[in-house]
């Protein structure tokens, strides 16, 4: 148990369908990220977001929208995915600091797009 | 481009013995390393990290070691159990691009009894 739950922790949706993965962090960071794992790829930062703001948004596509309404919780809106989307997505957090940047990852949502 | 990179995508070690995984990285504005360990189905969990301020540091079985001329850390597990059978990740970051981890491919451990 880290500290970071996200829910679902499986999810198939048709290309058609507009879902939700949601993520929450109970160890008072001030940073959260998404990241997608694909099979035999390195973790892929998606969308940083520092303070509640967005900060990072890495080329990733409009179907994809990401919203922190609070520093302890993180969503990744889905509409109209693509097969290739299927994947792992991880939420992350972190307590950003000058020296250090440790991220603390949930268990992840495993995604298939029919 | 990857800035990060685990060449060997699987180790396999007998019980007892030492596992040791390494990692190369190419930016040299990279002042903060970190390992995960992720078993299948879970996230990724964080194992121990290193700051270009040193060369090694321990945490029980697990000691991490930088050499920042030629860019390569290494983890090394003393003695491997059966449960650190995982894929293992590197992570570099630098002060540019804090919050950013640039993670390596992976490799598989196996650790047999």
């Known amino acids: 148990e880290t500290g970071v739950t996200q829910t679902p922790r499986h999810l198939v949706m048709g290309m058609t369908n507009k879902k939700s993965l949601k993520c929450e962090q109970h160890l008072g960071h001030n940073a959260m990220y998404w990241y997608k794992q694909s099979a035999k790829k390195p973790l892929e930062l998606m969308f940083v977001?520092?303070?509640?703001?967005?900060?990072e948004n890495n080329s990733v596509p409009s179907r994809f929208s990401p919203e922190c309404p609070n520093s302890s919780h993180l969503f990744l809106h889905l509409h109209t995915l693509q097969p290739e989307d299927s994947a792992l997505y991880l939420c992350?957090?972190?307590?950003?600091?000058?020296?250090?940047?440790?991220?603390?990852f949930g268990p992840g949502t495993r995604l298939t797009v029919l | 481009d990857q800035q990060v990179k685990q060449n060997s995508p699987s180790l396999s070690v007998q019980e007892g013995r030492i596992s040791i995984l390494n990692c190369d990285y190419t930016?040299?504005?990279?002042?903060?390393f970190l390992w995960y360990k992720k078993y299948p189905a879970e996230g990724p969990t964080f194992l121990i990290s290193i700051s270009s301020i040193k060369d090694k540091n321990e945490d029980g079985r697990f000691t991490v070691f930088l050499n920042k001329s030629a860019k390569h850390l290494s983890l090394h597990i003393v003695p491997s159990q059966p449960g650190d059978s995982a894929v293992y990740f590197c992570a570099a970051s630098a002060p540019t691009i804090r919050g950013k981890l640039i993670f390596g491919q992976g490799t598989e451990l196996s650790v047999k009894p």
């Open positions: 992350a957090s972190s307590k950003l600091a000058e020296n250090t940047d440790t991220q603390y």
């Open positions: 977001y520092n303070f509640k703001e967005q900060t």
């Open positions: 930016n040299s504005m990279f002042d903060y």
